[in-house]
């Protein structure tokens, strides 16, 4: 859903790229999660502390950003990025990812061929691609944090986990008392 999230917003802007960033809150940085056009051969994974750049910015303040020249914007710390790429922008639009109350990401979109503007049809309508983006990234926030419960076969999840998966093997009356069991032991915490 974020590939074909930034796919669009580049094919709808006519943008040389876009890309979605998630706030990783473990690391207190933000991640290249998926990126279309420019980059998106390299920046997939790549990491940035949170607070610096633009994109930075607008996590923090939770405020969209249109920049017609990112170079002499002073919050632009692409330097690094742009010599990784070979891909200098120079017009930019970004909107802060917010999900429940939290901002989880950042989508930008980067250049377009012609040197119009961005319009504030155009903000509000990134702004809905945005709110599409900020759900995908949730989802994935919680998908990964359910995988690394899983795997960590200490845990109390991971017991539950391998029991249900264990269950989900059995068959014929065996899977018929194990599922009796749980049955059993659900209603006993209501």
Do not use: C
């Not at 998630?22 to 290249?32: A, G, I, S």
Request: proline share 3%; aromatic share 6%.
């Amino acid at each position: 859903m974020l590939q074909a999230t930034v796919e669009v917003a580049r094919g709808i802007f006519h943008a040389r790229a876009a890309s979605v960033f998630l706030y990783d809150e473990e690391t207190d940085e933000l991640v290249f999660e998926a990126v279309a056009g420019e980059g998106s051969d390299t920046l997939i994974g790549q990491r940035l502390p949170s607070s610096t750049g633009i994109a930075g910015w607008v996590l923090v303040t939770r405020q969209a950003l249109v920049l017609d020249d990112v170079r002499q914007d002073p919050r632009w710390g692409g330097r690094e990025i742009a010599d990784k790429t070979g891909y200098v922008p120079k017009g930019l639009m970004a909107v802060p990812l917010i999900h429940e109350e939290e901002a989880v990401g950042v989508l930008n979109v980067l250049d377009r061929p012609q040197e119009s503007r961005f319009t504030l049809q155009e903000m509000e309508l990134l702004g809905l691609f945005g709110n599409q983006a900020a759900i995908a990234l949730d989802l994935l926030q919680r998908s990964r944090r359910a995988k690394a419960v899983l795997e960590n076969g200490d845990s109390d999840s991971a017991l539950l986990a391998r029991v249900a998966e264990n269950l989900d093997a059995l068959e014929g009356q065996r899977r018929a008392a194990g599922v009796e069991l749980l049955r059993s032991l659900e209603a006993l915490f209501k």
